[in-house]
């Protein structure tokens, strides 16, 4: 009942800056505010890893291989999540994918995006 599609995602070059984008639609019955929005990245060969995400209270987390350098956001009205990505080394080329963990668990479904290929180049 949640759709997620991210996008932003291309080939860059070492140092170089992309903002990747999920937009959520679908809602039904749980409500935007009641999922924690956050980014995973999976790269060849690698298991799926947290990258960036909102805690239930509004804070964030970041996983230590991008602190600063990586910042999440979002816009509740637009219903939008986004990932600044800053200083872009090869070892964050991946597919990267958003992730709707719902608060309500009992009645609400988890929501994977269909990922956004960032390739980064020496």
């Known amino acids: 009942q949640v759709r997620l599609v991210e996008s932003g995602g291309h080939s860059v070059q070492a140092g170089g800056s992309l903002r990747l984008t999920c937009a959520a639609s679908?809602?039904?019955?749980?409500?935007?505010?009641?999922?924690?929005m956050s980014w995973y990245r999976q790269a060849p060969g690698a298991g799926r890893e947290f990258v960036a995400g909102?805690?239930?209270?509004?804070?964030?987390g970041y996983a230590s291989s991008v602190k600063g350098r990586f910042t999440i956001s979002q816009d509740n009205a637009k219903h939008t999540v986004y990932l600044q990505m800053n200083s872009l080394t090869p070892e964050d080329t991946a597919m990267y994918y958003c992730?709707?963990?719902?608060?309500?668990?009992?009645?609400?479904?988890?929501?994977w995006g269909q990922g956004t290929q960032v390739t980064v180049s020496s």
């Open positions: 992730k709707a963990d719902p608060i309500e668990h009992w009645r609400c479904s988890l929501a």
């Open positions: 679908g809602y039904t019955h749980c409500n935007y505010d009641n999922y924690d």
């Open positions: 909102f805690n239930t209270d509004g804070s964030t």
